[in-house]
């Protein structure tokens, strides 16, 4: 894919420059490096780290607000996967959407990056998320104790009845909360309240250096499929690695003793098959090498074997 070959080629320039840079502190490790990354590819290069010139800045390629957003990006990142922690929710199991407040306009360049990073389907930048929190109310007996007297449980109960979100909406709008305690509309400024912000259900947020990140942790049918695809892959991945297959060989996939897996892998065959290589699915037991897996709190086996 043309993302991985582009995260390739910077890694190989990084690695080459910085090998080259270091040279002359560290001198075994770079030439290794450099012999490794440089020669065994361009026959044309020269023979040793040591025999390079040295690199040069290349200004043209600084571009600071570029690092300045990325490091929004990062900050987003970091605070979603801690959502995702929080939640108990992993990596590989899409999530449907996320809210991102940040200081900086973030266009959707940058925003597909953070949903590729988080596995979220939808991402949207906002500037306000009042609207995913809520709040309760409790009266200040410093202030509205003398004020209210014996009916301050009256107030206790009104105060815990209201809409969190309208009533805070109201507060911010007028400087006050009016209530109706027996018939009688009582104004209700901010320091005679006790004021508690909480998460809606469903949601999970977290803040930092200006930026806030809130997950949508509501998982749908087909987001919790899509959860058994990436794990099944992930799976699929490592038993090619633990089996010693290359990169590019082909394979065919056995699925045993889950059913629920089984279709779920009989549905998606073609992605899982484009991203293991795998040019056949059998749905029984078999494979030059199998193993016994959990996927996502469902026991499985899987065998493969090089085509």
């Known amino acids: 894919e043309q993302d991985k070959i582009n995260a390739y080629m910077t890694l190989y320039t990084a ?8 040279a002359p502190m560290i001198p075994f490790m770079t030439e290794d490096i450099y012999r490794n990354l440089v020669c065994s590819l361009d026959a044309s290069a020269p023979e040793s780290v040591h025999l390079c010139d040295f690199p040069e800045v290349q200004k043209e390629h600084i571009d600071k607000k570029l690092e300045a957003d990325m490091e929004v990006v ?24 996320m809210f991102v407040k940040a200081d900086a306009a973030l266009s959707q360049f940058y925003l597909d990056i953070i949903k590729d990073e988080l596995n979220v389907k939808e991402a ?22 003398r004020r209210f007297g014996k009916n ?24 006050t909360l009016t209530i109706q305690v027996e018939g009688v509309d009582e104004a209700l ?4 309240l006790l004021i508690e912000a909480a998460q809606m259900e469903g949601y999970v947020s977290d803040s930092d250096h200006g930026v806030t990140v809130v997950l949508d ?12 695809v990436y794990e099944v892959i992930s799976k699929i991945q490592t038993m090619r690695k633990d089996s010693g297959f290359e990169v590019m060989d082909h394979i065919k996939v056995y699925i045993s003793g889950n059913d629920r897996i089984a279709a779920v892998v009989e549905k998606n065959e073609k992605s899982i098959g484009e991203k293991v ?3 056949a699915f059998a749905y029984t037991a078999g494979g030059t090498h199998t193993k016994d897996w959990n996927v996502n709190g469902e026991n499985v086996t899987i065998g493969v074997e090089k085509l």
């Open 277 to 279: 290589l795998a040019d």
């Open 217 to 228: 942790t509501n998982l749908t049918e087909e987001l919790i499929e899509e959860g058994f």
């Open 124 to 145: 949207e930048l906002t500037e306000d998320v009042s609207a995913l929190t809520t709040y309760s109310f409790k009266p200040q007996l410093k202030t509205l104790g």
């Open 74 to 97: 990062l900050e987003a990142v970091v605070l979603g996967r801690a959502c995702r922690n929080t939640a108990n929710i992993k990596n590989r199991q899409p999530i449907g959407k």
């Open 152 to 175: 301050i449980n009256a107030v206790r109960e009104i105060l815990a009845g209201l809409d969190g979100q309208a009533a805070m909406a109201e507060l911010k709008e007028k400087g």
């Open 189 to 192: 400024a901010e320091e005679d």
């Open 15 to 22: 690695l080459v420059t910085i090998a080259k840079a270091a």
